[in-house]
């Protein structure tokens, strides 16, 4: 511990800020400058941060502020989940994170390449991601397989949470086609009727570990967290017989702690999930069909029309079911034109730099001859 942080009297007990998830990688970076604080909330510019105990609103230190957006950098930016270190009521750094959960920004489907590309950064420092899903009309095994992907980018653990089984004659059914689709990963399944579901959950929300829920509106992450907190702390809505979609009744994200010991994060609805990278998402959302594409006949075979190649003899054959290699197609493509989108960007930005360098060189020599 650092001697900044020791010679506060508030905070001689370490086991607060280690039930909050602090460990000895945040302790590295804490170099005495200022007290470590968690970011539980953030509204308009404000951060409501707690550092075990006590509470209180910051704002961002110009200096970082001015880093962040210079630079354009995500990392430097303080979101949700983050360790942070405090002068006063200013933060003057944000603490090297574990791991991130993002996605492309909303609205880039809109645009003319069907690709986001701006990153969001929704929170820091997870343990777990519940992908949320109701057993009503918001139940899609296709948009399962992309919150998988989105999860696994991020290089984070998902467990898949299905709610409202008390609205669905057979939900053992939905689990197994679940199972069939997100091979190895925790399903728990969810009633109004039945608490089975809800203590299952808890198993994640130990002394120190932080979740975040994801899926869309109405899938009842508000309902869940609160029957996991005991009392109502999160607003819920109904969901409209219409068109089958919820309210969005969380329009911000907070960090709240759970009386089993941890910390849970609710997302507003997301209705785009747009990837902010590719890191070997498809390739552990979808391991069946990488490892039937092990076996064709061609190293650098396409999976379209190619001769010996497993995955179509497996499509075929219906070990592989076509929609599943369909999604498979579409997010490869959705994640390769990404990453070609973003080395054009990164040689663009390469070419400029390159080019302003030669200017202002050619203007120094011009100068000289003066």
């Known amino acids: 511990m650092n001697k900044d942080f020791e010679s506060q009297e508030d905070f001689s007990d370490q086991a607060k800020l280690t039930s909050m998830g602090w460990d000895a990688s945040f302790q590295e970076y804490a170099d005495g400058a200022g007290i470590p604080a968690r970011v539980v909330s953030v509204n308009k510019g404000q951060f409501h941060l707690n550092r075990g105990g006590e509470d209180w609103l ?3 230190a110009g200096k970082v502020r001015h880093k962040a957006s210079s630079r354009g950098a995500a990392d430097l930016y303080p979101v ?10 200013s933060i003057i750094k944000v603490l090297p994170r574990r791991n991130t959960l993002s996605r492309g920004a909303a609205g880039g489907f809109g645009k003319k390449s069907g690709v986001a590309t701006a990153e969001q950064v929704m929170a820091a420092n997870l343990d777990t991601v519940f992908i949320v899903c109701g057993l009503d009309r918001d ?5 399962i397989e992309r919150y998988l992907t989105l999860v696994y980018n991020c290089k984070l653990n998902p467990v898949i949470v ?3 089984a008390d609205l669905h004659d057979t ?7 679940v199972a069939a689709v997100a091979s190895g990963v925790p399903i728990h399944l969810v009633s109004a009727k039945d608490t089975t579901g809800v203590l299952e959950i808890e198993q994640y929300l130990t002394s120190g570990k932080t979740g975040s829920m994801i899926g869309s509106s109405g899938a009842g992450k508000s309902t869940l967290l609160n029957r996991l907190y ?3 702390v999160q607003a819920t809505g109904s969901v409209s017989k219409q068109v089958g979609k919820g309210k969005h009744t969380t329009t911000g994200r907070d960090l709240i702690f759970m009386p089993q010991g941890g910390m849970l994060i609710d997302n507003p609805g997301i209705r785009e999930i747009a990837f902010s990278g590719n890191d070997g998402g498809v390739e552990s959302t979808f391991e069946d069909i990488e490892k039937f594409a092990q076996g064709c006949r061609f190293s650098d075979c396409n999976h379209m029309h190619a001769t010996g190649c497993h995955v179509i003899e497996a499509a075929e054959s219906g070990e592989i079911s076509k929609e599943r290699l369909e999604s498979y197609f579409s997010m490869k493509r959705e994640l390769d034109h990404r990453t070609e989108r973003q080395n054009k960007s990164a040689a663009k930005v390469e070419k400029e730099h390159w080019r302003d360098i030669a200017m202002y060189s050619k203007a120094m020599k011009k100068k000289k001859k003066r």
């Open 58 to 60: 910051a704002t961002i």
């Open 80 to 89: 949700i989940g983050d360790w942070v270190l405090v002068q006063d009521t």
């Open 139 to 143: 139940f899609n095994l296709r948009r």
């Open 162 to 164: 299905l709610t409202k």
């Open 171 to 177: 939900p053992e059914t939905c689990v197994a086609e």
């Open 230 to 232: 005991g009392e109502s």
